[in-house]
């Protein structure tokens, strides 16, 4: 019943209101009389409002990161896997479920295919609770990486590093300045391979690689050996001009003397005088099979 008379009491507000335009509209001295025809009641309330224009609505910050984690939830299991990757490699931390959906907006625990495809993800260690980021090698300082080079004598590729730890890339760029390992691009796939540069590690090189090596004919001028490592972006051990240019200046000779070879008889050697193989093999005449053969 009390709701009845509130809204019978509206009604009486709006007929009053109404019955109030139509006076004005009827006074005299108006030049522009107001049409009633299609006249809408409005409140008070309505009437105050309608002084001020409307604001346009803004989505609060609030709003805008709701339609984030909805984009980002709905999106393919894949995108939220990297989401969640990324921030493993980068942080190299270890997150519950719930740290990863504060900080990737991922529901791990919600979402089976991503809980799945996380635990059993290469790259990720799951221990029951944690999720942690698993790289190839278990590295973390440049002398531990220097260790795990030195067991691959026959190099180990730089991509098998480059997730180890987030410094690894400058640690080989330290290590070979010092001189302690050897990076080199492999031909084939265009990658890298660290090797160990270390005397006592023995170094099995196989047979097509050294005949490959002696058949390249290198210049005879060390001058030129030299420039063709510089070319080939490698620092001689050596530097013959300095070297020269200090002997000239002390009075010694640079240029190499040329020894004579010593003509020996050999297998190879070709001998025209079959006859005479006794003096060339130092034996008396009487023992030449040859003797006294005319």
Request: glycine share 4%; hydrophobic share 35%; proline share 5%.
């Amino acid at each position: 019943m009390a709701l009845q008379e509130k809204l019978e009491k509206f009604k009486k507000q709006q007929e009053n209101m109404h019955s109030m335009l139509s006076s004005i509209t009827q006074k005299p001295g108006s030049s522009k009389p107001l049409s009633t025809s299609k006249s809408v009641p409005y409140s008070a309330t309505q009437l105050a409002g309608a002084k001020a224009p409307a604001q346009p609505v803004k989505f609060s910050n609030d709003t805008e990161r709701l339609q984030i984690i909805n984009s980002i939830r709905k999106g393919p299991v894949g995108s939220q896997i990297k989401r969640v990757i990324e921030l493993l490699k980068d942080t190299r931390q270890a997150f519950t479920s719930d740290q990863i959906n504060e900080a990737t907006y991922v529901d791990v625990k919600s979402n089976k295919a991503v809980f799945e495809s996380l635990t059993n993800n290469l790259k990720v260690n799951y221990d029951g609770r944690h999720f942690s980021y698993k790289a190839k090698h278990d590295l973390k300082d440049k002398n531990q990486l220097l260790h795990l080079i030195r067991k691959f004598p026959e190099g180990i590729a730089v991509i098998d590093l480059k997730d180890a730890y987030p410094t690894v890339m400058d640690d080989l760029q330290v290590l070979k300045a010092e001189g302690k390992i050897w990076l080199l691009s492999n031909f084939d796939s265009q990658e890298d391979i660290a090797y160990p540069n270390d005397p006592r590690v023995v170094i099995k090189v196989d047979d097509d690689l050294k005949q490959l090596f002696r058949g390249i004919e290198l210049p005879r001028d060390m001058l030129d050996i030299e420039k063709d490592l510089q070319k080939n972006g490698m620092k001689p051990a050596t530097n013959t001009a300095k070297r020269r240019a200090a002997a000239e200046f002390q009075g010694i000779s640079s240029k190499p003397k040329i020894k004579k070879k010593k003509h020996e008889i050999s297998k190879r050697t070709k001998l025209t005088n079959a006859h005479l193989m006794h003096l060339f093999l130092g034996k008396p005449e009487s023992e030449n099979p040859n003797a006294g053969q005319s």
